[in-house]
């Protein structure tokens, strides 16, 4: 729907749920939720929920904290693997060839690496899925990679913020 019609949508919410939120917040919401309606619904039932929980008034600040995750979710739903795999590539400077080739050199396999932590972080994807996308590889390299990259996340704090970095290009670029 349009931004009119979700503004419509987020005030006639607010009323049924007597829950009254002033017309610069409503505009924020129905701008920060565009995908559908369920969405938005769920957006200001979290609002509403936060609020009453703390027993507080709804201000821009406290709304757009609660819209972060939505975004984040949105922005989740619309990356691919090849996305990933890609921001990868391009973050390691390595082609998507060598990436779901069967090179085994540590420049290479190091992001392939990182590529399945990724997709199962970001996407969720299975690890038969991960490996498929990778070159048709074992599901148990694709788990083999992703506790590996966990496990050097928690002690490297340069991977941590490459693995940052490379998550911020991928979403800069997200549609």
């Not at 939120?21 to 565009?34: E, R, S, W």
């Not at 609020?51 to 709304?63: V, Y």
């Not at 972060?68 to 922005?75: G, P, R």
């Not at 082609?95 to 690496?113: A, D, H, L, W």
């Amino acid at each position: 729907p349009d931004l009119e019609t979700r503004q419509a949508i987020v005030q006639a919410k607010c009323q049924e749920k007597n829950f009254p939120l002033a017309d610069k917040l409503v505009h924020l919401v129905a701008t920060a939720i565009q995908s559908n309606i369920r969405e938005l619904e769920g957006a200001l039932n979290k609002i509403i929920a936060f609020h009453q929980l703390k027993n507080s008034e709804p201000s821009e600040a406290s709304i757009k904290e609660i819209l972060v995750s939505f975004e984040a979710q949105s922005m989740r739903k619309s990356t691919t693997p090849r996305d990933i795999i890609a921001t990868v590539c391009k973050f390691y400077d390595v082609t998507n060839e060598n990436i779901v080739g069967k090179s085994r050199e540590k420049k290479i396999s190091f992001p392939r690496q990182v590529s399945m932590y990724l997709l199962r972080g970001e996407l969720q994807l299975s690890f038969p899925a991960i490996g498929q996308e990778l070159g048709g590889r074992d599901h148990t390299t694709a788990i083999h990679a992703d506790s590996k990259i966990k496990r050097l996340v928690e002690s490297d704090l340069k991977l941590k913020q490459d693995i940052e970095l490379i998550k911020q290009q991928l979403y800069a670029n997200a549609p």
